[in-house]
């Protein structure tokens, strides 16, 4: 069976107020074949901004108006926006908030977030997680605890919530834990994303019945994922607008370099439609 296959890219942050021309960005993306977008924000710094409840809220305007422009070229756009575990730090660190502070703003944040996604506005939560490097105990909890927050709103609000956390042998099995109290319902699991996961971590993943996103822009990631699982992940370039690192890849680049390596059309639709259908419970795949 032959199948025409485009792209979806669940997880990139574009920038337009640090250097991303939206327009030519999303025109690229439509033209290489991007059907979906995964649009997430990043924090209130990356775009030249104190951290305040003003500036959050000013994100998530910002995440509502990239979204529009890209459903203005026909393309299907999630926009996420959420807390990251490492603001939890920069906030203390950089900013001089105290652990409370960070702990009743990452709350506020997520709430306004969900009630977004109620609304229609927004879409998702994410970044949410815990920090995948050392840090103090105290902060590790903070994250944790705004992580869990987030996961509720999957249960209320049907929010898909996009996790970035330490890739370990046990991550799965701790968000297990966490899932268990919430109580969720095999589609509300779906919902859970793990950002950025190790390509080892998939069979748990799909054995708790959750979603992932694996970076696709290095090709001998690309041709281990092909030879060693079954199409259960999708792919993300987790392109950073603004970004001066040389290994930033825009979503086009990242399609170009999956289309070279992944050659099997089957297993292409099933990451890129029918994965991100599960995952973002999308209504309906209308092929570029």
């Keep these: 069976m032959t199948r025409k296959t485009g792209f979806a890219d669940p997880h990139f942050h574009p920038n337009p107020l640090r250097g991303d021309d939206l327009d030519t960005f999303i025109r690229r993306y439509r033209e290489a074949g991007g059907w979906f977008a995964g649009i997430v924000s990043l924090p209130p710094w990356n775009y030249g901004l104190e951290p305040s409840w003003d500036n959050y809220l000013k994100v998530m305007d910002l995440m509502e108006k990239i979204c529009e422009s890209f459903r203005s070229f026909g393309i299907k756009a999630f926009c996420f926006s959420g807390f990251h575990p490492a603001e939890v730090d920069k906030l203390i660190d950089t900013y001089g908030y105290k652990p409370i502070e960070v702990v009743e703003l990452g709350f506020k944040v997520i709430d306004e977030v969900s009630k977004r996604c109620v609304e229609g506005k927004l879409q998702g939560l994410g970044e949410v997680g815990r920090q995948h490097y050392k840090t103090f105990a105290d902060r590790a909890v903070i994250s944790e605890l705004i992580l869990e927050h987030a996961l509720t709103k999957v249960k209320d609000h049907k929010c898909p919530v996009q996790m970035h956390l330490e890739n370990t042998k046990s991550t799965v099995q701790l968000v297990n834990i ?44 690309l041709e281990y994922l092909y030879q060693s699982y079954s199409p259960v992940y999708m792919l993300e370039s987790d392109y950073v607008g603004g970004s001066k690192n040389p290994s930033n890849t825009a979503p086009w680049e990242m399609f ?26 999308v209504d309906t795949l209308e092929q570029p």
């Design 178 to 221: 966490i899932i268990k109290h919430i109580r969720l319902s095999p589609s509300e699991k779906e919902l859970i994303i793990f950002h950025h996961a190790k390509p080892g971590m998939i069979p748990e993943i799909k054995e708790g019945g959750y979603s992932a996103t694996i970076p696709g822009t290095k090709k001998q990631v």
């Design 256 to 281: 170009s370099m999956i289309n070279a390596i992944l050659q099997d059309e089957e297993y292409l639709y099933k990451i890129m439609y029918e994965n991100v259908q599960r995952a973002f419970h």
